[in-house]
């Protein structure tokens, strides 16, 4: 996006242009530390609604129950669409939602699931029309000693990701800039505007960061600059004729 605002230095006021974009970057970093870690397994499920053409809506924390009796909940509330009924017969909607492991521990990191229950629906006619299945494994569950990023890893990776999102901001900036404006050195300011801290580190010992950032790049058009440096030019021998007849 662009904005015009008009900024000057000592002498000269000239209209300049202010642009700026938005973009966020997720990068891995290697953990160095040692410590007792518990992780839960994650996943997706597919929720299916085979009962009506009404949608229904599904609490975050849902429970999801494997045969085995493993359970899964939901990360957030998640809404079902409704089944399409064609020539009296329905046909079933689905939606993909993110679980969590109710426990930690690598017994939660299971295959893929045809058929997961919905506890909260028994005893009800929608505790058949509603039900769940993944098609890949849950991952991630661990209880255990493995690698986990220290304090020096955060900090280093923290100044290198804010430094590559910057440059990859800045570059897709000045892309966007018209031939004709021109712009000034170091007239940018970045910031960060949130940072996410994943600290659970994958299978390869890994955690990661996800940092959002804005820059502004400042710049103007080089026939504004020439127009306003010939007016103070004029200005200033009017000024000086003027002094020297009185």
Not at 75 to 97: C, F, Q, R, W
């Given at each position: 996006t662009r904005d015009t605002p008009t900024f000057s230095g000592n002498t000269v006021e000239l209209p300049g242009a202010i642009f700026k974009d938005t973009k966020n970057l997720i990068k891995s970093y290697p953990a160095s530390g040692m410590g007792q870690v518990s992780q839960k397994a994650r996943g997706t499920i597919t929720v299916y609604n085979e009962y009506n053409?009404?949608?229904?809506?599904?609490?975050?924390?849902?429970?999801?129950?494997?045969?085995?009796?493993?359970?899964?909940?939901?990360?957030?509330?998640?809404?079902?669409?409704?089944?399409?009924?064609?020539?009296?017969?329905?046909?079933?909607?689905?939606?993909?939602?993110?679980?969590?492991?109710?426990?930690?521990?690598?017994?939660?990191?299971?295959?893929?699931?045809?058929?997961?229950?919905?506890?909260g629906l028994k005893g009800s006619p929608k505790y058949d029309g509603f039900y769940g299945s993944s098609k890949a494994s849950m991952v991630g569950g661990f209880v255990g000693e493995r690698k986990v990023p220290t304090e020096n890893d955060i900090t280093k990776a923290k100044e290198d990701i804010r430094n590559v999102l910057q440059g990859a901001l800045k570059a897709q900036v000045l892309i966007s800039i018209p031939k004709d404006i021109k712009i000034l050195d170091k007239a940018s300011e970045f910031s960060v505007t949130k940072e996410d801290i994943n600290k659970e580190v994958d299978s390869g010992g890994n955690y990661s960061i996800t940092t959002f950032g804005e820059i502004k790049i400042m710049g103007f058009k080089e026939t504004d600059l020439l127009t306003a440096l010939a007016n103070k030019v004029a200005s200033e021998s009017n000024r000086i004729l003027a002094e020297r007849k009185t």
């Open positions: 053409s009404e949608i229904q809506g599904l609490v975050q924390n849902t429970r999801f129950v494997a045969p085995d009796g493993k359970i899964f909940k939901t990360e957030k509330s998640v809404t079902v669409p409704g089944a399409k009924i064609v020539n009296g017969k329905v046909s079933a909607s689905s939606i993909d939602v993110s679980v969590v492991a109710e426990k930690a521990g690598e017994a939660y990191n299971i295959g893929p699931v045809t058929r997961f229950r919905i506890p």
